[in-house]
């Protein structure tokens, strides 16, 4: 039985803006937000035309299709039954708008990534989030894999030791090429004043960010950032080498790109402190190599043997039945769901279920996006990371 139907006796009402019936994030989002029985998808927008957003709501069987953003937020303010949260995946230049709307309603807020389209407006969101008391979660979705989790926890036991050394590779290759999309103009994650300063900061790289802080513990300090558009004809960013420092005199590495002719997605991290190293692919996620400086390696799997209690309570399947993207999205959606219950309930919230990204961490995420493009502007320029805080 879900904790939320378990404590209230119902499932928790998410609402939708974007990410229609053809959209691949918002299938992610829906079936993920499902998967746990922890959240019934009762209203949404699906489409910027009205006409096509009711349409297309009612071909997937939702309750209450609305046909824009205002109908919804007028509609949920009236309803018997509003919806505890709004789950956002529409361009991101709209983001940091529907996010203080939704937080003024009253909803907590579950929104892709980036957080927003400037470093101010992340700023500002954090303090409407600390002053509101929602739960704001920030779909950083890797975060959700069991062994991340195990990672994270046996860097913060000191497994590793201080951390030294950082590394990040995401290596795609769907834009290796122009695309029809993009040679008709017809593709807002190319457009600046859409999707932000960057494509390629924006769009994954701020996934190797978060993943790497979210494993290591830390923020880094500074950067230099080498970020260009390496196919001919296009003028988004398309791949970036990236340098950075942290407070602790470690250093990192990223290599992230999509325009790798046969690049698959190759997301990983490794990781190295003064007692051994990690190491994830994200292509094979249900296993965490881990290195000890005075032992031979060896290999932790998802539902096995000597996990830790962060890497069992989001494997939910025994070992040998693999888990995977769908499946680490909807742990994210499972912490969400889990900290609204505790919150409507008046309880104590599982230390465990707090590993969810934050809205701090859509900050960091900003942070980086922008420093990273203040050095591209700079050729290659050290610069520091604001704190957003």
């Not at 009236?78 to 995946?89: G, H, S, T, V, Y």
């Not at 494509?199 to 500074?222: C, N």
């Not at 309880?347 to 465990?352: G, V």
Request: charged share 20%; hydrophobic share 40%.
């Amino acid at each position: 039985m879900s904790k939320a139907y378990k404590k209230l006796g119902r499932r928790l009402r998410l609402g939708v803006i974007g990410g229609g019936p053809d959209s691949f994030i918002g299938s992610i989002h829906r079936s993920s937000a499902t998967m746990h029985e922890e959240f019934d998808v009762v209203a949404g927008v699906f489409s910027s035309n009205p006409e096509r957003s009711i349409a297309a709501g009612k071909s997937m069987g939702i309750p209450r299709p609305y046909g824009d953003p205002d109908a919804l937020f007028a509609g949920e303010a009236a309803a018997d039954e509003p919806i505890d949260a709004l789950a956002i995946m529409t361009p991101n230049n709209s983001h940091y708008e529907l996010s203080c709307r939704a937080l003024d309603a009253g909803f907590n807020v579950f929104c892709e990534k980036p957080l927003t389209m400037t470093e101010d407006e992340s700023a500002d969101l954090v303090k409407r989030v600390n002053a509101s008391g929602k739960r704001y979660c920030v779909a950083y979705g890797y975060s959700g894999y069991a062994m991340v989790r195990q990672a994270r926890e046996m860097v913060a036991q000191g497994v590793i030791g201080d951390i030294t050394m950082v590394q990040s590779n995401y290596v795609q290759g769907h834009l290796a090429a122009l695309t029809e999309s993009e040679l008709a103009g017809s593709n807002w994650h190319m457009k600046p004043e859409l999707a932000g300063p960057s494509l390629i900061l924006g769009d994954i790289a701020t996934h190797s960010y978060h993943l790497t802080s979210y494993v290591a513990g830390m923020e880094a300090s500074s950067l230099s950032a080498d970020v260009t558009a390496l196919v001919d004809g296009r003028t988004a960013d398309d791949y970036c080498g990236i340098l950075l420092r942290y407070p602790n005199n470690a250093r990192g590495i990223f290599w992230v790109t999509q325009a790798a002719a046969g690049g698959v997605h190759g997301l990983s991290f490794t990781i190295y402190g003064t007692k051994g190293g990690l190491e994830w692919q994200q292509e094979q996620p249900n296993e965490l190599i881990v290195r000890p400086i005075d032992k031979p390696a060896y290999v932790l799997t998802k539902g096995g043997k000597g996990l830790s209690g962060a890497g069992e309570r989001v494997s939910h399947v025994a070992i040998g039945h693999p888990e995977g993207y769908r499946e680490a999205f909807a742990n994210l959606y499972y912490d969400f769901a889990s900290n609204i219950v505790d919150d409507l309930t008046g309880e104590t919230p599982e230390p465990l279920s707090l590993w969810n990204p934050t809205v701090q961490d859509g900050a960091y995420g900003m942070a980086f996006v922008y420093a990273a493009v203040r050095s591209r502007d700079n050729e290659g320029k050290w610069e520091p990371l604001r704190n957003l805080t």
